[in-house]
T-cell receptor, first 111, second 113 residues
């Protein structure tokens, strides 16, 4: 089955700096790659996603890139703010079924 | 839209007791997923349904775990008998089958003592 690895496990940045989280996946058939943000006491919330026919997608301060050949994808957050502090998860699936998650990255944005 | 609704939010039970977790997916969503989250193992997919039919239950850890979806608006995850190692946060998520991300509920924090 699909195996998703995520790095780093923790990330601390100064407010206004950029943050980058990287993931790799094992199953070349995977074609859907969402990113989730989880705040304390809540369920994961979808923040951005990318499909295998697209190399990059941007939504305001958040962007995701996908390299199908290397089987890795990354989340980029620019101009970080304290409210960006949370745990971020990458995931991979085939046609949105059987979604497998990375281990998570705890992002801390220091004011 | 009220989102995915899970109940109870917290459950404390004694080892050996039966535990039932409940989930109401978003109206119109036809896929439902049960996940378990622990510090050690992260988010694990337990089972998922498409159009109320169980598709893959290979993530269910043992026969003590069972899940049902009697209709499009309700699903249960049952643990019988419960053990301390079942302590975790259990999430239910729903989606439109196809190209959409999942919407997660707020989870049920289960503690088995």
């Amino acid at each position: 089955g699909e195996n998703v690895e995520q790095h780093p496990s923790t990330l601390s940045v100064q407010e206004g700096d950029s943050a980058v989280i990287k993931c790799t996946y094992s199953d070349s058939a995977s074609n859907y790659f969402p990113w989730y943000k989880q705040e304390l006491g809540k369920g994961p919330q979808l923040i951005i996603d990318i499909r295998s026919n697209v190399g990059e997608k941007k939504d305001q301060r958040i962007a995701v890139t996908l390299n199908k050949t290397a089987k890795h994808f990354s989340l980029h957050i620019t101009e970080t703010q304290p409210e960006d502090s949370a745990v971020y998860f990458c995931a991979a699936s085939i046609n949105n079924n059987d979604m497998r998650f990375g281990a998570g990255t705890r992002l801390t944005v220091k004011p | 839209d009220a989102g995915v609704i899970q109940s109870p939010r917290h459950e404390v039970t004694e080892m050996g007791q039966e535990v039932t977790l409940r989930c109401k997916p978003i109206s119109g969503h036809n896929s439902l997923f049960w996940y378990r989250q622990t510090m050690m193992r992260g988010l694990e997919l337990l089972i998922y349904f498409n159009n109320n039919v169980p598709i893959d239950d290979s993530g269910m850890p043992e026969d003590r775990f069972s899940a049902k979806m009697p209709n499009a608006s309700f699903s249960t995850l049952k643990i019988q008998p419960s053990e301390p190692r079942d302590s975790a946060v259990y999430f239910c998520a729903s989606s439109l089958q196809g190209w959409y991300g999942y919407t997660f509920g707020s989870g049920t924090r289960l503690t088995v003592v």
